[in-house]
């Protein structure tokens, strides 16, 4: 059980602080409204993922188990991909760009639409999260269970954290989230390594 919070506390904190719309959005409201609030949007992947992750497990779970092994491995490979783009943007120079957006006042549920409409979850459960819920559905219920809490604690207290990391950029200054980054980048090429293996072993045995 405890391995598979770790995995869904992995990739969901590398997945948060990932730039994409939605990061884009809470950097935007935090730095022009503050964290108080902006801080309920952190929620909204909760929300917005319901539906990714009903149509995504129904449709993985007519699947093959080879099959589910190759998205396994495209699952790692796509997650190596994010991790160059994560050490990318780690080796390039911190600018305090981010400190100057602004953006009007946002609805929690404009947030949840924000997120819905983002290829990332999509790809996301797609490739990596689906194939792990069903694999630990399959091993154990708790095993489910385990990864999805991991997964949606770690995503909304990282969320909350670039609320609040934003509305304090000034102070702060961009070196703060380019760690961030740093960090994503080998959170994520843990997991990509970690996904080929079990795929590639899955196909082997």
């Known amino acids: 059980m405890l391995t598979y919070v770790l995995l869904g506390a992995t990739y969901a904190f590398a997945a948060a602080v990932q730039p994409g719309p939605y ?58 991909y994010l991790a160059w783009h994560a050490w990318r943007a780690w080796r390039a120079p911190p600018t305090p760009a981010l400190a100057a957006a602004s953006a009007p006042h946002r609805t929690f549920a404009t947030a949840v639409v924000i997120n819905l409409l983002n290829p990332n979850p999509w790809l996301g459960w797609s490739l990596v999260l689906g194939p792990l819920l069903l694999s630990g559905w399959r091993a154990s219920r708790t095993d489910a269970a385990a990864m999805l809490g991991g997964f949606y604690a770690t995503l909304v207290a990282s969320n909350a954290g670039i609320v609040m990391l934003s509305a304090e950029a000034g102070r702060l200054g961009p070196r703060v989230a380019r760690a961030l980054v740093g960090v994503s980048g080998a959170a994520l090429t843990a997991f990509g390594v970690w996904q080929l293996w079990t795929g590639t072993g899955g196909l082997l045995r």
Do not use: K, T
């Open 23 to 80: 990061q884009a959005y809470l950097v935007a409201q935090a730095l022009s409204h503050g964290w108080r609030r902006v801080l309920p949007a952190a929620l909204a992947p909760v929300m917005s993922d319901i539906p990714v992750i009903v149509v995504v497990v129904l449709l993985l779970s007519r699947l093959a188990a080879p099959l589910l092994d190759g998205l396994r491995i495209a699952g790692g490979l796509f997650l190596l």
